[in-house]
Every structure is written in C-alpha cells, then in structure tokens.
C-alpha cells in the first residue's frame, strides 16, 4: 500500500523518506491534501516510469502581466532588504 505524505514532511524527513524509497517503499506526496506526485524506486532495468499529467494548462491560457518596473530593478530591491 502506498502511503501518502505531506509535502512538508518530505521536507523535513527526506533523507528517511529516501531510505525507504530505495527499500521499495512508494509514497503519494500530497499539497493542500491533494495528491500531486508520486515517489517509488526506479524500475529495475535502471528506465524511469512516466505517467502522463492528468491536468493540461498549457502556458498559453496564463494571462501576461505588466509592470512599470523592470524586473531587475524588483530583484534589486528585495536584495537590499536582506
């Protein structure tokens, strides 16, 4: 069975979390509860396993936004403020 886990507690338990993996242990990763990936050993001949993506939003349908800033001028502020 796999178990499901929480993003954060990935974050903060990965390297026991990977121990498992390489153990056989499969994981679903939740965020906000849902599932969004899923985390299990590599098959055996070494390929990866790719499952197609059950929502398509491709990037057009983002609207652009704009500003009267440049972008480098934004990254220089929040540098200064650390």
Same mark, same amino acid.
Do not use: K, W
């Given at each position: 069975? &796999?178990? @499901?886990? #929480?993003? $954060? +507690? =990935? %974050? ?22 849902? /599932?969004?990936?899923?985390? &299990?050993? !590599?098959? !055996?001949?070494?390929? =990866? %396993? /790719? $499952?197609?993506? &059950? /929502? %398509? *939003? !491709?990037?057009? +349908?983002? $609207? %652009? #936004?704009?500003?009267?800033?440049? &972008? @480098?001028? #934004?990254?220089?502020?929040? *540098?200064?403020?650390?």
């Amino acid at each position: 069975m &796999t178990e @499901q886990l #929480a993003h $954060r +507690e =990935l %974050r903060n338990r990965s390297a026991e979390i990977l121990r498992d993996v390489a153990a056989g242990a499969s994981y679903e990763i939740t965020n906000h509860g849902e /599932v969004v990936a899923l985390l &299990t050993p !590599p098959a !055996p001949d070494g390929r =990866l %396993r /790719v $499952r197609r993506a &059950t /929502v %398509r *939003r !491709p990037f057009a +349908e983002i $609207r %652009r #936004a704009r500003c009267a800033e440049s &972008t @480098q001028s #934004a990254l220089d502020d929040l *540098r200064a403020e650390r």
